[in-house]
């Protein structure tokens, strides 16, 4: 299995980035996806998620109704808008996979699999 985080980088306060996360490896509609980031010197944080169809997401009350997610189960991707950004969300953020059924979505030791992560940057 793996995952390939992609679409980080250097973006001024307000600006928007588009995170990809592709999957292979592994029958992906049978996973929930989350998105989670991790800043220097704290701990890996909840971003949001969204679940095998993608009818139902979650979000962090503090990306919520900035960060949109995502996902195609065609291309095995799912993605991640963030508008509006802040120099809060400066960090690194992971893609991971959560099995449908008896998980939490906000729970990182409760995903199976990581992808290596795209740092994200906002100038102030």
């Known amino acids: 299995v793996q995952l390939q985080a992609s679409g980080g980088g250097l973006v001024q306060a307000g600006g928007s980035l588009r995170l990809s996360c592709a999957a292979s490896?592994?029958?992906?509609?049978?996973?929930?996806m989350g998105w989670f980031r991790q800043a220097p010197g704290k701990e890996r944080e909840f971003v949001s998620a969204?679940?095998?169809?993608?009818?139902?997401?979650g979000y962090a009350d503090s990306v919520k109704g900035r960060f949109t997610i995502s996902r195609d189960n065609a291309k095995n991707a799912v993605y991640l808008q963030m508008n509006s950004l802040k120099a809060e969300d400066t960090a690194v953020y992971y893609c991971?996979?959560?099995?449908?059924?008896?998980?939490?979505?906000?729970?990182?030791?409760?995903?199976?699999?990581w992808g290596q992560g795209t740092l994200v940057t906002v100038s102030s």
């Open positions: 991971a996979l959560v099995p449908r059924y008896g998980r939490s979505w906000y729970r990182p030791d409760d995903y199976d699999y």
């Open positions: 969204i679940s095998w169809s993608g009818g139902s997401t």
């Open positions: 490896g592994l029958t992906f509609s049978s996973y929930d």
